[in-house]
Structures are given as C-alpha cells and as structure tokens.
T-cell receptor
Framework: EAQVTQNPRYLITVTGKKLTVTCSQNMNHEYMSWYRQDPGLGLRQIYYSMNVEVTDKGDVPEGYKVSRKEKRNFPLILESPSPNQTSLYFC?????????????FGDGTRLSIL | QKEVEQDPGPLSVPEGAIVSLNCTYSNSAFQYFMWYRQYSRKGPELLMYTYSSGNKEDGRFTAQVDKSSKYISLFIRDSQPSDSATYLCAMRTDQAGTALIFGKGTTLSVSS
C-alpha cells in the first residue's frame, strides 16, 4: 500500500528538549516536504526536498532543520523546541523533482511543547 | 491581500444537496490547482487535480478553474454525510521548487 508514515503521531514535551519527527514514504518519490497546520493559518510549508541531499526552506523554516540522506526518509528536527512550535505537522511526498504532481500526505504528528 | 482566499465556513447542507466550494487567488502564475479533503485527525487526501483552466469531473465531484477571474470551484453533487470534512484548495506555479500554497479550508457538514 502506498503511504507516507510519520512517527510519533502524538508527542508532548518540554521547551528546549531536542526532538525528531520521522517521515518515510514507500513510493520512491523524489519530492518530500513538511508542513505545519495551525487554526486560522492553514497549512504552511516548513522545508522541502527535491531529491537526496537537496533541501530548501519553505515559508516558515525558523526553528527547524531537515535532512535527506535517503530517498525514502525526510526527518524534521527541532533542536530547541519552543511553545510556538506547538502545532499539527504533516509530511508529504510527490513524484517528480518539481513537486508539481499532487502530494500524498501522512496522517500528521500533533506536537505540544510545554 | 493573501495569495489564496477561502471562506472557512462552516457550511451545513442537507443530504442530497449540491455543494459549491470556492477559492480566489492573486498570483496569475499559478498553473496547477488541487482540491484536498481532510477528515478529522487525518492528513489531506487529493480529490481533484487540474492544470490551467477548464473543468474536470470525477464521479460526484467537478472542479472548475477560471484563470481570467482567478477563481476556482469544487462542486459536490448529491452530497452525502460521508462528505463531511474540511476541503482545502491548493495551487502552485510551474517553477521548480516553489511551494504549494493552500487555502485555509472550508468545513462542510452534510446532515442526513
């Protein structure tokens, strides 16, 4: 089954404690991205990757890091989480380097930073 | 002016009604237009995907793009309670690496 898998699905943690949200896709997609979804603000792109070892900033990259060492994985790293990073996070992937094809989304990771 | 505007609703209709969901946008370079459906506690799933202007039909769903007016629509015929969800429009240019820009979503409730 084609899917984008995120882990964990839910996490409550404290300010400053480094955390990583993993994302894995089994569709051999080149393009992967991370979004956060907040009430009243909609989905906003954090980072994206057009292929292995190629990453770039989206609209709201501050406070986040990513890496793309393998095609299937695109982890999101919060080095020093803060309460304003409390949000619902989605990973997405699509075929093609331009990302113009529709994106497949994971089921989300709800992060609460206390 | 925000790049993509979408009325958040909520929109409540009886079962069997025709539903019209809309988005307006300001960037004339947008070429790809999508509608996603998002159920509570789930990720968005693609409903319709169109390139440039025109209509596209898939079962009970019809997507329309009017680039001259910078306006896109999603019509749902014979709406069902299972259509109750948040509907997100999304669009992007054809330039490599540019972000997919989402509307804030319209919450739809279909009552039986």
């Amino acid at each position: 089954e084609a899917q984008v898998t995120q882990n964990p699905r839910y996490l409550i943690t404290v300010t400053g404690k480094k955390l990583t949200v993993t994302c894995s896709q089994n569709m051999n997609h080149e393009y992967m991205s991370w979004y956060r979804q907040d009430p009243g603000l909609g989905l906003r792109q954090i980072y994206y990757s057009m292929n292995v070892e190629v990453t770039d900033k989206g609209d709201v990259p501050e406070g986040y890091k990513v890496s793309r060492k393998e095609k299937r994985n695109f982890p999101l790293i919060l080095e020093s989480p803060s309460p304003n990073q409390t949000s619902l996070y989605f990973c997405a992937s699509s075929p093609g380097g331009q990302g113009s094809k529709p994106q497949h989304f994971g089921d989300g990771t709800r992060l609460s930073i206390l | 002016q925000k790049e993509v505007e979408q009325d958040p609703g909520p929109l409540s209709v009886p079962e069997g009604a025709i539903v019209s969901l809309n988005c307006t946008y300001s960037n004339s370079a947008f070429q790809y237009f999508m509608w996603y459906r998002q159920y509570s506690r789930k990720g968005p799933e693609l409903l319709m995907y169109t390139y440039s202007s025109g209509n596209k039909e898939d079962g009970r769903f019809t997507a329309q793009v009017d680039k001259s007016s910078k306006y896109i629509s999603l019509f749902i015929r014979d709406s069902q309670p299972s259509d109750s969800a948040t509907y997100l429009c999304a669009m992007r240019t054809d330039q490599a690496g540019t972000a997919l820009i989402f509307g804030k979503g319209t919450t739809l409730s279909v009552s039986s």
